[in-house]
């Protein structure tokens, strides 16, 4: 898959770094990883609030967002859009701006692009879309962290220090 360099992450809406700015990412990913092989790990986000919103709270996709931003130290909330109200309706703003006072950040995992949209222009606070999703445009480097301490290409524990790598890259 090509890496869009450029321009936003349609999913994320975020600017994914360029290949020259990938570097610090990886290198965060494995002393992330390191520190966690060496029984030390690491929790920068310990005392933030995450607000994960996702209709699935058990897909791979929230399952992983939770691990990544839970191993990092952070308080993880899970919660259902038809039950904060942020369905498409005229509920959505006020819904986001209360999660603003709540979480340090709010991740959205599967809901409509103009729903997060609208979500990040009321909250007040970072809103991320899709980070943990295989489609986000930093999920392919995971094979640069083959080699260390053995977690492969493939491996759900390399996307899961990448990500938070990621995470801390845009909320710590």
Do not use: N
């Amino acid at each position: 898959m090509p890496h869009r360099h450029c321009e936003p992450d349609p999913a994320s809406g975020i600017v994914p770094p360029p290949p020259s700015d990938v570097g610090p990412v990886l290198a965060r990913a494995r002393a992330l990883q390191q520190a966690a092989l060496a029984g030390a790990p690491l929790q920068p986000l310990k005392g933030k609030y995450v607000g994960l919103i996702s209709e699935d709270p058990d897909s791979p996709d929230a399952a992983l967002f939770v691990a990544a931003a839970g191993g990092l130290g952070a308080q993880v909330a899970q919660i259902r859009p038809s039950v904060a109200r942020l369905g498409t309706g005229s509920d959505v703003e006020p819904a986001a701006m209360w999660l603003g006072r709540l979480y340090d950040v709010v991740a959205c995992e599967g809901l409509a692009p103009g729903t997060v949209r609208r979500i990040r222009a009321a909250a007040g606070v970072p809103v991320l879309d899709g980070l943990a999703g295989e489609s986000h445009s930093m999920a392919d480097r995971v094979h640069e962290l083959d080699g260390c301490g053995g977690v492969g290409a493939d491996d759900d524990e390399g996307r899961r220090f990448l990500l938070q790598a990621l995470l801390l890259d845009l909320i710590a």
